[in-house]
């Protein structure tokens, strides 16, 4: 019997969809066992969410400061987990930053094949090299990433999100800008990984030192390497800047909150559009060196 120990965190369940598809081909198979880990906050995040509360989510994210978590209770040895996560942020989620340095973690990882899950609308690259950095520290075995990237235009789709985290709609709005619903299409394709991965179980290839799908798990956007890396310097840079004024729910931050929705924003489209004119000077003038920047991916 293989074992197979699924850890995610999922806030208003668009994830669990993802990852219910991902493992429905492992759930029918006797021959496999799942055990789901959902990641608790202590505090529960709210949704949706008030101006305050996203801008302190924002500052402990890009600060990867860990937020309080229930800690997981499975105990038994397992053959392969599977980590889920949205990206927030350019980052991993607070509650997964946690359970990343948790002492949990350290137990259950070590030497633990690892597939990570990770959902994004287009910039997902330094959150995937965050965790596999966790991932190393740890020293588990991390495998293939399965992204689900929504590929729909950057600056559209971060208005539709950015409404759908203050009001809680997702549907498309004024004729240009896209719904910020998961694709039912996304949902049903994703079992294929899960086929896929009931294979290499039943085959005990997760012992062995190789990626353990052949599929193409994720799009390389090379066009953004140097826009991600920008827009996360600045958000690092801006993240420890909001935390100098105090704990997070102090009347500083609350206050500070309403200025940095307004700068973020500005931050995040100045910064990807110096990312795109670097990348295009870089392409032409110096390949080596964006070649050397895909390396890792
Ligand atoms: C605090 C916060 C920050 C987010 N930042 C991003 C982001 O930078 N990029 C992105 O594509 N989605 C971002 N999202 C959206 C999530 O990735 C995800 O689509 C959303 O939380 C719904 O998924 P869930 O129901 O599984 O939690 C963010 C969501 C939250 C709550």
Redesign the pocket.
Known sequence: MKKVLVIS?????????LVKSITAPLMLDERIELKYEPIKPVKK?P?P?DVPS?MD??AQ?VGLVSDAINKPKDKDECDLVILAF??????P?PCISAFLKSDYAKEKLKNKPVITVL??????LRAYQKVQKFLGDLGAKPKNCIVFN?QKNLCL??VS?LR??LTGKEEAFWGIFPD?K?SKKDISDASRYGWDIGEVLINDEEKQDKPLLDADTYKLKESLLISERFTDKCFRVYGAFVRSFGKAGSLQRKILAFVSVLVLPVMSALSVAFGLVFYFILKKFDSKKMEKLKEGF
């Open positions: 965190y999922s806030q208003t369940g668009q994830l669990d969809q995040y949704y969410w996203l989510a924002f994210t949205n990206v927030w942020f350019l980052s989620p959902r994004s609308s287009n910039m997902w929504e789709a971060s999100k759908r985290l910020s998961l």
